[in-house]
């Protein structure tokens, strides 16, 4: 495990505390299977166990760990019906955010967009976490010219596990490219107010980690559920 950072001592421990170890999950920094002790973690927040407690209790609520009263807590392991559940919730969502972006014909939200893509092409190669941030920030840009960022942070609460398969997935030859291609398709149909050409680039967009999951779990076994 990396080098834990320091807590912000001005806010509540349990969120910073949360959100670290749900990046390092999702990141499979903390792969699934990994044993976490409440006592080392607390330990190396400089905390008390509550606050870690805490953050692992919401952890479970997300099914990204898995807790055995007087034994263990583990990273989960990907759970495929979770995944997909994930997928519906996002893909209904993201589909009336396009709607809504392209029959509001935004040109200058359209040129950031396009922007975006640009800079996701020149990071295809420059190593998963650039890219995929800059993928999130695409993503949550169009949540909040939608009016609706609240929902963004709701798929992302929900998606633990798809955003894990996601991170599997991404160093397949070509994935990143075809990132940036259906990115740019998607940004192009809403510049043409094409409300049904963003919905079916965005469709293609979102179902291809899905159509490839024998192939991840084929190359990591001890990850994903069966």
Same mark, same amino acid.
């Given at each position: 495990?990396?080098?834990?950072?320091?807590?912000?001592?001005?806010? $509540?421990?349990?969120?910073?505390?949360?959100?670290?170890?749900?990046?390092?999950?999702?990141?499979?920094?903390?792969?699934? =299977?990994?044993?976490?002790?409440?006592?080392?973690?607390?330990?190396?927040?400089?905390?008390?166990?509550?606050?870690?407690?805490?953050?692992?209790?919401?952890?479970?609520?997300?099914?990204?760990?898995?807790?055995?009263?007087?034994?263990?807590?583990?990273?989960?392991?990907?759970?495929?019906?979770?995944?997909?559940?994930? $997928?519906?919730?996002?893909?209904?969502?993201?589909?009336?955010?396009?709607?809504?972006?392209?029959?509001? =014909?935004?040109?200058?939200?359209? %040129?950031?967009? %396009?922007?975006? !893509?640009?800079?996701?092409?020149?990071?295809?190669?420059?190593?998963?976490?650039?890219?995929?941030?800059?993928?999130?920030?695409?993503?949550?840009?169009?949540?909040?010219?939608? =009016? !609706?960022?609240?929902?963004?942070?709701?798929?992302?609460?929900?998606?633990?596990?798809?955003?894990?398969?996601?991170?599997?997935?991404?160093?397949?030859? =070509?994935?990143?490219?075809?990132?940036?291609?259906?990115?740019?398709?998607?940004?192009?149909?809403?510049?043409?107010?094409? %409300?049904?050409?963003? $919905?079916?680039?965005?469709?293609?967009?979102?179902?291809?980690?899905?159509?490839?999951?024998?192939?991840?779990?084929?190359?990591?076994?001890?990850?994903?559920?069966?």
């Amino acid at each position: 495990m990396n080098t834990i950072p320091k807590l912000d001592r001005t806010r $509540q421990a349990a969120p910073q505390v949360l959100g670290w170890l749900r990046a390092a999950i999702i990141s499979l920094e903390l792969a699934p =299977g990994t044993a976490l002790s409440r006592t080392e973690l607390a330990e190396r927040f400089a905390l008390s166990q509550t606050p870690v407690r805490d953050a692992l209790m919401q952890l479970r609520q997300e099914g990204l760990v898995d807790i055995f009263a007087q034994h263990a807590t583990r990273v989960s392991r990907i759970d495929l019906h979770s995944a997909e559940q994930a $997928q519906f919730l996002r893909c209904a969502i993201e589909l009336e955010v396009l709607r809504t972006l392209a029959l509001a =014909g935004d040109e200058a939200l359209h %040129a950031r967009l %396009a922007a975006m !893509v640009d800079l996701q092409a020149v990071l295809a190669s420059h190593g998963a976490e650039e890219f995929i941030a800059a993928d999130q920030h695409f993503h949550r840009t169009m949540y909040e010219a939608a =009016g !609706v960022p609240d929902l963004y942070e709701l798929v992302r609460q929900r998606s633990g596990h798809l955003d894990r398969l996601r991170r599997l997935d991404l160093p397949s030859p =070509g994935n990143p490219e075809r990132v940036v291609r259906d990115h740019r398709r998607i940004v192009e149909a809403l510049a043409r107010r094409d %409300a049904d050409a963003a $919905q079916a680039a965005l469709r293609a967009h979102l179902s291809g980690t899905l159509s490839r999951v024998a192939d991840i779990r084929a190359r990591h076994p001890e990850y994903v559920t069966q």
